[in-house]
């Protein structure tokens, strides 16, 4: 009996010891796999912070070059034909800043991503990246996606508004504006951006945090590119009431974005809400070793019938709205065969100094199951200004579906010629 006790006692003991090697043996190869992911962690970061220096520095995307003695080579997902007809355009007319940013909505491939000093005549590729551009009425978009996400607000809701839209005064806020209170409804409001029916709507039915909630769904303080490092866009939760109504409607200098994050949120909605992260690389070797860039999976941003609402509202601001005469003759041209949608925003700030003239867009085929493109153009110019981003932004779209996607109706028609609509 004793001599049993002692055989089990001895096989317990073996198998202790033998699920403590086999512990030990686990614990020492996930530490080894962690220190492997840490290191490649860094190397990653070490790579997209060197191929981002690269480009803004160069002003141009680097194809090789070295990095702490490793031979990087890089595909990039930039179409040279459009880059080169978008610097042509930049460099004819030269704003004093100019950036513009296409994104390929299906793939998140930027196909564009071009700044340009017209006081220096050169290239400059850091406007491209720089995160300190108010957003102005670019934000309506999120303001406009936090009000009809409450189900409280439609599109055709009313408001009674009073004064300028353009303004923003404490007096156009008071609950009581009088007889001469007219009435606009968010989408009239949202076409021709007028600051004080956004302000209104959203004190009226929004809390702070609802709108701080569509500002991360948008990707707001957030980063929405894995491949280079890519600043995040500012946004900060209102501190008082005429705080939020100053936020909302996009009448301030706290809310910043970058023009690739401007582009990214008009193909938020232009892919029914659902984020398509943009990318810039599109292959990369280093030392003759195939590098994997991380994708990041496609988000649900925001629901899409309240995408499909604010795809309606960005058509009425190209259609009636504050960007109808740039267009008007694209529509002429194009009739029904491309749809396209905008926003306007325009503020005085920002680095570099001057007033921004911002227009985010997107265009798609109409009857295509192709989600076709979005872009941002922000100008900035100090005193003369000589062309408009919504103008510059017919040329690019007509360009595009002429050129690049050779549609065969946009092929049988002319070319659009300059007009003095667009130019100042």
Not at 108 to 121: C, F, H, M, N, V
Not at 220 to 241: A, G
Not at 257 to 285: C, D, W, Y
Request: glycine content about 6%; hydrophobic content about 40%; some cysteine.
């Amino acid at each position: 009996m004793f001599c049993n006790r002692k055989g089990v006692f001895i096989k317990t003991v073996k198998r202790i010891t033998w699920f403590l090697c086999i512990a030990a043996a686990l614990g020492l190869w996930n530490e080894i796999k962690t220190k492997r992911e840490v290191a490649a962690a860094h190397k990653l970061e070490l790579l997209k912070t060197s191929i981002s220096e690269a480009i803004t520095t160069s002003n141009n995307y680097p194809i090789k070059f070295e990095i702490n003695n490793h031979q990087v080579e890089i595909k990039y997902t930039i179409n040279e034909k459009l880059q080169s007809y978008v610097l042509n355009l930049l460099e004819s007319y030269k704003p004093d800043y100019g950036v513009v940013v296409v994104i390929d909505n299906e793939s998140g491939q930027i196909l564009t991503a071009t700044g340009y000093s017209g006081k220096q005549r050169m290239v400059d590729n850091s406007l491209v990246f720089n995160s300190e551009n108010p957003a102005a009425s670019l934000f309506k978009i999120v303001t406009a996606a936090s009000l009809l996400q409450t189900q409280k607000v439609t599109a055709d809701t009313e408001v009674k508004v009073k004064g300028r839209g353009t303004t923003l005064y404490k007096y156009q806020l008071k609950e009581e504006l009088g007889s001469r209170a007219r009435k606009i409804t968010l989408n009239k409001a949202f076409a021709m951006s007028n600051n004080v029916a956004f302000a209104r709507l959203a004190l009226q039915n929004l809390q702070g945090g609802e709108l701080s909630r569509s500002a991360e769904n948008f990707y707001f303080n957030k980063e929405i590119m894995t491949d280079i490092n890519l600043p995040t866009s500012n946004y900060r939760i209102p501190s008082s009431q005429y705080n939020l109504a100053e936020i909302a409607s996009g009448f301030n200098k706290t809310t910043n974005l970058t023009p690739i994050h401007a582009a990214f949120m008009a193909s938020v909605v232009a892919n029914n809400g659902q984020a398509v992260f943009p990318r810039l690389i599109k292959e990369m070797k280093v030392d003759d070793a195939l590098w994997n860039i991380e994708t990041v999976k496609n988000q649900q941003c925001i629901d899409p019938k309240v995408a499909n609402s604010i795809k309606d509202m960005m058509i009425s601001t190209t259609e009636s709205g504050t960007a109808r005469k740039s267009f008007r003759k694209l529509y002429r041209k194009i009739h029904d065969d491309i749809i396209i949608g905008g926003k306007t925003g325009s503020i005085t700030g920002g680095e570099p100094e001057g007033k921004r003239d911002w227009f985010v867009s997107f265009a798609m085929e109409n009857n295509s199951l192709d989600s076709g493109i979005s872009m941002s153009i922000m100008l900035v110019n100090q005193k003369k200004w000589r062309v408009k981003s919504t103008y510059l932004a017919t040329r690019i779209i007509d360009y595009y579906y002429r050129e690049i996607k050779k549609i065969p109706k946009m092929l049988t028609r002319n070319s659009p010629k300059k007009s003095v609509e667009g130019i100042l």
